[in-house]
């Protein structure tokens, strides 16, 4: 089973910084099967990036994913009230998928 | 417009039965597998398993096989989590996801359509002891 990590575990930024998100994969992973979704509070998870850069429909171009082998980021340029959730990876390129614990962002 | 529609939250006792359900619209819903996540309260996301409501082909991660028990029915667009014995432990938001794919996922289950591109609102369930 490949375990994904993420960190930092808390993220406290200002409206308008660069947030830089990290998730490591315990195996390397092709950059294919890589994704990242956003959990606003009390909402449902929302798919951001899938492939590691490929943005979904809808998703600001604010946001972007890069990495490959065992290192993974997503990125968001100008961070904006709203972009306050917690943010998972997660991997589907191995027999078990799983998720990274997640990153919470907090806009201040 | 896809959407997916849950069931309502559940209050059980341990060992009782329960079924949740998600109902599908605004696609085909035969033609799209569905997978199901946990949340345990205050925690991460966690794969419980997908489904094919074409054929009827399930998987499961193997933290939850043997457990629960995925289905469909074509019919009314709808697909299921079923559990035949509650624990405590199961207390969490269920949330049904689709998968963005056509095609069948391959048993290693090594897919560039492994991702959830559509959710639904989540079901919680609590089960006391």
């Known amino acids: 089973e490949i375990v994904l990590t993420q960190s930092p575990g808390t993220l406290s930024l200002s409206p308008g910084e660069r947030a830089t998100l990290s998730c490591r994969a315990s195996q390397s992973l092709s950059d294919t099967y890589l994704g990242w979704y956003q959990q606003r509070p009390g909402q449902a998870p929302r798919l951001l990036i899938s492939g590691a850069f490929r943005r979904a429909t809808g998703i600001p171009d604010r946001f972007s994913g890069s990495g490959s082998g065992t290192d993974f980021t997503l990125t968001i340029s100008r961070l904006e009230p709203e972009d306050s959730a917690v943010y998972y990876c997660q991997q589907y390129g191995s027999s078990v998928w799983t998720f990274g614990p997640g990153t919470k962002v907090e806009i201040k | 417009e896809v959407q997916l529609l849950q069931s309502g939250a559940e209050v059980k006792k341990a060992g009782e039965s329960l079924q949740i359900s998600c109902q599908g619209s605004g696609y085909s819903f035969i033609n799209y597998w569905i997978g199901w996540v946990r949340q345990m309260p205050g925690k991460g996301l966690e794969w419980v398993g997908i489904f094919c409501p074409a054929d009827s082909d399930a998987r499961y991660s193997p933290s939850f096989r043997g457990r629960v028990t995925l289905s469909a029915d074509k019919s009314v667009n709808t697909a299921y989590l079923q559990w035949s014995s509650l624990q405590a432990s199961d207390t969490a938001r269920y949330f049904c996801?689709?998968?963005?794919?056509?095609?069948?996922?391959?048993?290693?289950?090594?897919?560039?359509?492994?991702?959830?591109?559509?959710w639904g609102q989540g079901t919680l369930v609590t089960v006391s002891s």
């Open positions: 996801a689709r998968l963005p794919g056509t095609v069948g996922i391959p048993s290693t289950m090594v897919t560039t359509d492994g991702y959830f591109d559509y």
